[in-house]
T-cell receptor, first 114, second 114 residues
Framework: AQSVAQPEDQVNVAEGNPLTVKCTYS??????LFWYVQYPNRGLQFLLK??????LVKGSYGFEAEFNKSQTSFHLKKPSALVSDSALYFC????????????FGPGTRLSVLP | NAGVTQTPKFRILKIGQSMTLQCTQD?????MYWYRQDPGMGLKLIYY???????DKGEVPNGYNVSRSTTEDFPLRLELAAPSQTSVYFC?????????????FGEGSRLTVL
């Protein structure tokens, strides 16, 4: 069965510092990995995805993520955090053995402190 | 460009009442989904549809029904509301692209069952 873990409920980082939000996954087939962001009282917005190819994926708002097959991880990163990056971040996975279902992690709340 | 539109944004129901959450998308996406979001639990798939006239159960379908008579619309019906259905509901759509297409979300519908 597919599963996604986000080991940190909360990540705090100072503005201007690099940030990392962690995600590990488990699938039986080839993984397709996604990051979404949710601002208060809003729907989720797509940030980036890994389907195949380069392990480093670049996405919206300066975010990037590194796919590591051996560690089954897909950590979200940004070189310099902004206060406006404060939000709830979700990692999601689907694989070609489980049809249309995306499996979402529980979410990590990122707080960027001025 | 409206994207995915959900109504209502907020609703309070009494136990045993029924209601329909409306969802429409204007992106001509074949794939549509209903998720519920509970605190600390990520998103759970209720139902999905891969095209007009085709629907299928997700992870947590009990107590819900859907229909897909057109490409644009994917309403979610709650029959005999129960307190356990208190949640935030998100409708989403996707181009499909096999399993590689990202989800586009509506703004959510917050439902409280008392």
């Amino acid at each position: 069965a597919q599963s996604v873990a986000q080991p940190e409920d909360q990540v705090n980082v100072a503005e201007g510092n690099p940030l990392t939000v962690k995600c590990t996954y488990s699938v039986s087939g080839n993984p397709y990995l996604f990051w979404y962001v949710q601002y208060p009282n809003r729907g989720l917005q797509f940030l980036l995805k890994y389907i195949t190819g380069d392990n480093l994926v670049k996405g919206s708002y300066g975010f990037e993520a590194e796919f590591n097959k051996s560690q089954t991880s897909f950590h979200l990163k940004k070189p310099s955090a902004l206060v406006s990056d404060s939000a709830l971040y979700f990692c999601a996975v689907r694989d070609d053995n489980y049809g249309q279902n995306f499996v979402f992690g529980p979410g990590t709340r990122l707080s960027v402190l001025p | 460009n409206a994207g995915v539109t959900q109504t209502p944004k907020f609703r309070i129901l009494k136990i045993g009442q029924s209601m329909t959450l409306q969802c429409t998308q204007d992106m001509n996406h074949n794939y549509m989904y209903w998720y519920r979001q509970d605190p600390g639990m990520g998103l759970k798939l209720i139902y999905y549809s891969v095209g007009a006239g085709i629907t299928d159960k997700g992870e947590v379908p009990n107590g819900y029904n859907v229909s897909r008579s057109t490409t644009e619309d994917f309403p979610l019906r709650l029959e005999l509301a129960a307190p356990s259905q208190t949640s935030v509901y998100f409708c989403a759509s996707s181009r499909g692209q096999g399993n590689t297409g990202e989800l586009f979300f509506g703004e959510g519908s917050r439902l409280t069952v008392l």
